[in-house]
C-alpha cells in the first residue's frame, strides 16, 4: 500500500503538479498515524483482554443498550449455562429472559417478567451490591457500576463458599445448646441471640434485641461492661460473672467472647456458660473435702492442714503447739448395743463439747471412727495442755442423751508437742496417735505425752499381730489345761483351758501380752472359738464328773453370737453343758447394757455355768453381783499371794467367801503357791483353788496323765 502510495505520488506530481502531491503525502502521514493507532488500540485491546483473563472475578462490559461488549472467560464460566449466548452485540435482557425460560434463576421462578425487569433496573442504575442464586446452588454476588460512555460495567462473584460458610455458622449459632449472644462494640446493645441465650435468660428475641447487654448482667458488673463486650477484654476473660435472668434469678457465667463482624456492624460474639451448678458442687466437694460428714467438724485431711499451719507458725514466731488425739472408750459397745444411728448422735454430741470446750486458737477435728484431734496452738506451756486434755475428759466423760437414755463414754488422750516431738505435721499427728494408742493399752479415761521409743514399740506390736493372725489362721495356737482342785480332799474337779502361743522367734509368749492384742486386731472371735472347740473336745476325754473353764473375752460379747458358738461347740464336742463353765471379768459389765444380761441368761439356759473371774481386780462393783447370779466368783491371785501375813487380804477373802455362802456361789481362789496361802484359805473356808502348788497349765496328754495318777492315788 505504502509502496503504492509512493509509486502513486510520483505519478501526481509529474502529471498534477506538486500541490497533489503535497495532499498525497499528507494522506500518506495520516494513513500511517492510523495505522499506528489501530496498531497501539489493538494492543492495548489485546491487554486489556488478558488483564481481565486474569482477575478472578467475572467481568462484563455492556453498552448503554445493554447489549454484550466484552467479558471475561470467569464470567463465561459463572453463567456457564447461558454461555453460548454471549454474543458481543446481543442484549443482556434476552440471554437473561432465555435463562429465566430455562429455569436458570430460582428465584425468579413465578415471577419472572418482574425479575427480569427488576434485574434490568439494578443493572442500569446500581444501588450497592445484589445476590443472585443459580439454579446450580451457587450465590453470586454482582457489583455493577455505569461507565462513562454510558455503559455497564459489571463484576461478578462466586459466593457460594462464603454463604455456606456464613450459613453453617448461623446453625452453630442457633441451634447452640450453650447460650449465645452478640453485643455490638460501639454501643453494647444485644444484636443477636440464640434460641438456648433466649430460654435460658427467659425473654423473646422482641424483648432482647436491641437493649443494653447491661440488662443481663447484676449491678456489680455493669461498671464492667464497656471492658468486657470489647475485643480484647484481657483479664475480665478469666472472672466468673453474675447475670439475671428474666425473672431476677441469679445465675453465674462463665463469659467466651470473639470480636465479629455481624452485618457489617463490628461485634462481639458471646458464649456466657451458666456455671451456677458447679460451683454450687464445686462448693459442696471443697466442703465435704476438708470436712466431715457427719457432725460437720473439719476432717482428716484438713487436720493436717491445721497441724502444718501450727508447725509453720512455730517455726516462725517460736511458741508450742499440740496435737491431741482422743479416741473414745466404749464407743463401740454403744455401737453395738443400741445401733448405728444412736452412735451417730452421740458422735455429733462429743463434737459439739469438743468444739465448745477449745479456745479460739484450737481446732478440731474428726479423724474417723471414734477418733477425735485437735490442734492446739498458743499454749504458754506444756502445763496448758495437760490443762486442756484434762478438760476435755471431764467434758467428755459427762453422761450423754442419746434417744432418751443415758449413755456414757469416757475418752483417752494421746498427745505429741511441737516443736519436740515433730517437725513435720504428719509426723506430729501420728505421734498424738501412738501414745492414744499406748493409752488404751495402758489403763483407757487419761492421757499421755508421746515418747520417743513409742513408735518401735508400735512397730514390735504391729509386727506381733500379723504374727498372731497368722498363728490364728493357721490354728498353731495351743491349750493348756489347769487343774481346779477341791480345797476339802484335793480332788480335780475342773480344769481352767488357757490358750499357748509359741512364737517362732520369741518362744512362749503369755495370753496376758497377746489375748489384747487379738482383742483389738478383731482375732479374739476365732481364736475364742478354736480353744472353746478344742477344750469342749478334749473334756470329752475327762472323768465326767470333771468340768472345763473355758475363758471368755467381754470382746466377744460384742461381735458374734457367742449363744450359738457355745451351742454348736458342745453339739460337736458331745459334752454336757453343766460341765461348761464360762469365765467372764468386771470389764463385761462396763458396758451396762441389757444386752451382755441377755446374753448371759441365754448362756445359762443353755446349762451352761457362768464364773466371775480376776474378782476384785476390775471396776468392783457389787452392783453386778446381784444383777446377774453366777455360779462360781474366782478370787484374783493379786489376794490370794501373801494373803498368810496380810491381815488385809485375809479380810477380803473371808468377805468374799462369806458373800459366796450366803449367795449359795462357788468361791475359788487363784493363784495358790504355798502350802501356807492354802492352809489360810483352808482355814478361811474357801471351796476351791487353782495355782501352781496343785499344778501348771498343761497339755491335755499330760493332763490325762495327770489324772490317771491322781486317780491311782485315790484308789491307794
Ligand atoms: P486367767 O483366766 O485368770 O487365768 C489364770 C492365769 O493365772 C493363767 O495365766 C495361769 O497360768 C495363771 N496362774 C495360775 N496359777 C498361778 C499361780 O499359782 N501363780 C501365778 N503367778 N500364775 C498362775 P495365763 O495362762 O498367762 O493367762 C493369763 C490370762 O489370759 C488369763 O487369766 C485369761 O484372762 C487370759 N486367757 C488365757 N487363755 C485365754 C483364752 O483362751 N481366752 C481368753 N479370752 N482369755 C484367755
Ligand atoms: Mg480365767
Ligand atoms: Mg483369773
Known amino acids: 500500500m505504502r509502496a503504492a502510495l509512493k509509486v502513486l505520488s510520483g505519478d501526481v506530481a509529474t502529471r498534477h503538479g506538486a500541490d497533489a502531491a503535497a495532499q498525497i503525502s499528507e494522506l500518506e502521514g495520516a494513513l500511517e498515524t492510523a495505522r499506528t493507532a489501530v496498531k497501539a488500540a489493538r494492543t492495548a485491546n489485546a491487554r486489556l483482554r488478558e488483564a481481565l483473563e486474569i482477575l478472578p472475578q467475572g467481568i462484563v462490559f455492556l453498552d448503554g443498550e445493554g447489549r454484550y461488549v466484552l467479558w471475561n472467560e470467569q464470567y463465561s464460566r459463572i453463567y456457564h449455562r447461558s454461555a453460548d449466548l454471549f454474543k458481543v452485540g446481543v442484549r443482556l435482557a434476552d440471554t437473561l429472559r432465555i435463562g429465566v425460560e430455562r429455569g436458570d434463576y430460582p428465584s425468579a421462578s413465578g415471577r419472572e417478567e418482574e425479575w427480569i425487569a427488576d434485574r434490568l433496573k439494578q443493572m442500569m442504575a446500581p444501588a450497592g451490591r445484589q445476590e443472585q442464586w443459580l ?189 491431741l488425739c482422743i479416741g473414745l472408750d466404749n464407743f463401740k459397745a454403744v455401737n453395738e448395743t443400741m445401733g448405728q444411728a444412736a452412735g451417730d448422735l452421740l458422735l455429733q454430741a462429743v463434737a459439739r463439747r469438743i468444739s465448745k470446750t477449745l479456745r479460739q486458737n484450737s481446732k478440731a477435728a474428726r479423724l474417723g471412727g471414734d477418733e477425735f484431734g485437735i490442734i492446739m496452738a498458743g499454749a504458754n506451756d506444756i502445763e496448758d495442755v495437760s490443762a486442756l486434755a484434762k478438760r476435755l475428759i471431764e467434758v467428755i466423760g459427762r453422761p450423754y442423751m442419746i434417744n432418751g437414755q443415758p449413755v456414757v463414754t469416757g475418752c483417752s488422750i494421746g498427745i505429741a508437742v511441737a516443736p519436740g516431738d515433730a517437725s513435720e505435721a504428719d509426723q506430729l499427728m501420728k505421734n498424738a496417735s501412738l501414745a492414744l494408742s499406748q493409752v488404751k493399752q495402758r489403763g483407757k479415761g487419761s492421757y499421755r505425752y508421746f515418747e520417743a521409743d513409742m513408735d518401735a514399740r508400735a512397730q514390735a506390736r504391729r509386727k506381733l499381730e500379723q504374727d498372731l493372725r497368722l498363728a490364728v489362721e493357721m490354728g498353731t495356737l495351743d491349750v493348756h489345761y489347769q487343774p481346779l482342785v477341791s480345797l476339802a480332799n484335793g480332788h480335780t474337779v475342773a480344769a481352767e483351758a488357757l490358750v499357748r502361743w509359741t512364737h517362732p522367734e520369741r518362744g512362749p509368749i503369755s495370753p496376758a501380752e497377746f489375748i489384747p492384742i487379738a482383742e483389738e486386731a478383731g482375732l479374739i472371735a476365732r481364736l475364742g472359738d478354736a480353744v472353746l472347740r478344742r477344750a469342749c473336745r478334749d473334756a470329752m476325754a475327762w472323768p465326767e464328773h470333771m468340768r472345763v473353764a473355758v475363758n471368755i473375752s467381754p470382746v466377744q460379747f460384742r461381735g458374734g453370737d457367742i449363744c450359738a458358738m457355745v451351742r454348736d461347740a458342745l453339739a460337736t464336742s458331745g459334752l454336757a453343758p453343766e460341765r461348761l463353765e464360762l469365765e467372764i471379768t468386771e470389764s463385761l459389765f462396763l458396758d451396762r447394757s441389757s444386752a451382755v444380761l441377755e446374753t448371759l441368761d441365754a448362756l445359762r439356759r443353755l446349762g451352761t455355768r457362768i464364773a466371775m473371774d480376776d474378782f476384785g481386780t476390775g471396776y468392783s462393783s457389787l452392783g453386778y453381783l446381784c444383777s446377774f447370779p453366777f455360779d462360781k466368783i474366782k478370787i484374783d491371785r493379786s489376794f490370794v499371794s501373801g494373803i498368810c501375813g496380810n491381815v488385809e487380804k485375809q479380810a477380803v477373802v473371808r468377805a468374799i467367801v462369806g458373800l459366796g455362802d450366803t449367795l449359795g456361789k462357788t468361791i ?12 489360810c484359805l483352808r482355814h478361811i473356808g474357801c471351796e476351791q483353788g487353782q495355782g501352781f502348788l496343785f499344778s501348771k497349765a498343761r497339755p491335755q496328754e499330760e493332763m490325762l496323765a495327770f489324772l490317771n495318777k491322781q486317780k491311782r492315788k485315790r484308789v491307794a
Open 135 to 323: 439454579a446450580d446452588g451457587r450465590c453470586i454476588l454482582i457489583d455493577e457500576r455505569r461507565t462513562a460512555d454510558g455503559g455497564v460495567v459489571g463484576l461478578r462473584v462466586d459466593i457460594t463458599e462464603l454463604k455456606e460458610r456464613e450459613a453453617s455458622f448461623r446453625l452453630l449459632f442457633e441451634a447452640n445448646p450453650v447460650p449465645m449472644y452478640v453485643v455490638s462494640q460501639a454501643g453494647k446493645q444485644i444484636l443477636s441471640a440464640n434460641a438456648s441465650a433466649r430460654e435460658h435468660y427467659g425473654y423473646s428475641a422482641e424483648e432482647l434485641i436491641g437493649r443494653p447487654v447491661q440488662c443481663l448482667h447484676a449491678v456489680e458488673g455493669h461498671a464492667h461492661v464497656d471492658e468486657l463486650y470489647s475485643p480484647a477484654p484481657g483479664s475480665l476473660r478469666d472472672r466468673y460473672w453474675s447475670h439475671l435472668k428474666r425473672d431476677g434469678t441469679k445465675i453465674e457465667v462463665a463469659i467466651f467472647s470473639q470480636a465479629i463482624v455481624h452485618e457489617r456492624v463490628p461485634a462481639v460474639l458471646v458464649a456466657a456458660v451458666d456455671i451456677t451448678e458447679r460451683r454450687r458442687a464445686e462448693a459442696q466437694v471443697a466442703y465435704l473435702a476438708d470436712h466431715d460428714a457427719l457432725t460437720g467438724i473439719a476432717n482428716r485431711a484438713r487436720h493436717l492442714d491445721h497441724a502444718a499451719e501450727l508447725i509453720a507458725s512455730i517455726a516462725r514466731d517460736g511458741g508450742i503447739g499440740a496435737s
Open 668 to 679: 475359788t481362789a487363784e493363784g495358790i503357791e504355798t502350802d501356807a496361802e492354802l492352809s
